[in-house]
């Protein structure tokens, strides 16, 4: 079925150091790739996603690219933030219509030293 | 009141008692969901709703039971719950499944339940 996998945490790291979140989904089809974020006592927020094979998501200076030749949607931002401290979540979801199957992976803790 | 919002924040629970989690949406959605939260775990989607009509139950014990009296609320009934029940209980909506995705899902700040 329908999964995701991502780098188990936590993640420590230096304030302006580069990140990478591993991320790769197994799926039928052609399914669309999100990450999520979820800060400290908050309910998940989409931070990105991309729609087909090669787009790449940004925002907030976080990118990911949908790779179909690896099923691979790797998070990256090039200088993280004190602010950056959350658990990242990848996740995809099918363009089937009449349900939603949006999958999750377990998450990863990043925090963010000073 | 903006977005998804959920009450009450914290819950706490004996085994015999009956409560009610409340989420509201003010996003003009008409699809919402129930997530379990629990550490080490993917998030667990419980329930989608569409329309007000249940179209998804992912195998979920009948101690939980979902309403969703019309597309901005969406209840989750509990009663005689178990320790291990415990987690965060996140909803969540989004626009209308009956036009293929991509669904983007926003989610509520969620219910930590603990059951005693």
């Known amino acids: 079925g329908d999964s995701v996998t991502q780098m188990e945490g936590p993640v420590t790291l230096s304030e302006e150091a580069f990140l990478t979140i591993n991320c790769t989904y197994t799926?039928?089809?052609?399914?669309?790739l999100f990450w999520y974020v979820q800060y400290p006592g908050e309910g998940l927020q989409l931070l990105l996603k991309?729609?087909?094979?090669?787009d790449k998501g940004s925002n907030k200076g976080f990118e990911a690219t949908y790779r179909k030749e690896t099923t691979s949607f790797h998070l990256e931002k090039g200088s993280v933030q004190v602010s950056d401290s959350a658990v990242y979540f990848c996740?995809?979801?099918?363009?089937?219509?009449?349900?939603?199957?949006?999958?999750f992976g377990t998450g990863t803790r990043l925090t963010v030293i000073p | 009141e903006t977005g998804v919002t959920q009450t009450p924040r914290h819950l706490v629970m004996g085994m015999t008692n009956k409560k009610s989690l409340k989420c509201e949406q003010h996003?003009?959605?008409?699809?919402m969901y129930w997530y379990k939260q629990s550490a080490k775990k993917p998030l667990e989607l419980m329930f989608v709703y569409s329309l007000e009509e249940r179209v998804e139950n992912n195998s979920v014990p009948s101690r939980f039971s979902p309403e969703c009296p019309n597309s901005s609320h969406l209840f989750l009934h509990l009663h005689t719950l178990q320790p291990e029940d415990s987690a965060l209980y996140l909803c969540?909506?989004?626009?209308?499944?009956?036009?293929?995705?991509?669904?983007?899902?926003?989610f509520g700040p969620g219910t930590r339940l603990t059951v005693t």
């Open positions: 991309a729609t087909k094979a090669d």
């Open positions: 799926a039928t089809g052609y399914p669309s």
């Open positions: 969540a909506s989004s626009q209308d499944l009956v036009v293929a995705g991509p669904y983007e899902q926003y």
């Open positions: 996003l003009g959605h008409n699809a």
């Open positions: 996740a995809l979801s099918g363009t089937q219509t009449g349900a939603n199957n949006l999958f």
